[in-house]
């Protein structure tokens, strides 16, 4: 499979889970039970496997569905993206990048 088709996937994947978390369809599976959530310890698979753990600001922008470097320069600089500032690089973890995801859910 292509790097865009991966990344297709990927941003299709992050919508309907988006469009599934706003519903509060989420809240309710969770509520029932009727799925198991990973411990803390377990290896989650899934939402940007194919990353690295710790990555710069190429990988951010790819991460968010291939915005500017500019804009995603911004969103480190502001404290939207939690991140590391190592010399003049930017370095965030993927937590801190899906953390931001689902703290921007409109």
Not at 15 to 28: H, I, K, M, Y
Not at 31 to 51: H, K, R, V, W
Not at 58 to 69: D, V, W
Request: glycine share 8%; charged share 25%.
């Amino acid at each position: 499979m292509s790097n865009s088709n991966v990344l297709k996937s990927i941003i299709l994947t992050l919508r309907q889970a988006f469009n599934r978390f706003l519903s509060g369809e989420w809240v309710e599976i969770i509520n029932c039970n009727t799925i198991d959530l990973p411990s803390d310890n377990e290896e989650q698979p899934g939402m940007f496997a194919d990353y690295p753990d710790v990555g710069g600001v190429t990988e951010i922008c790819s991460m968010l569905g291939g915005i500017s470097k500019k804009l995603a320069r911004r969103l480190l600089s502001n404290g939207q993206i939690e991140h590391l500032l190592i010399g003049r690089e930017f370095k965030s973890t993927k937590e801190d990048v899906i953390a931001y995801i689902y703290n921007n859910k409109k």
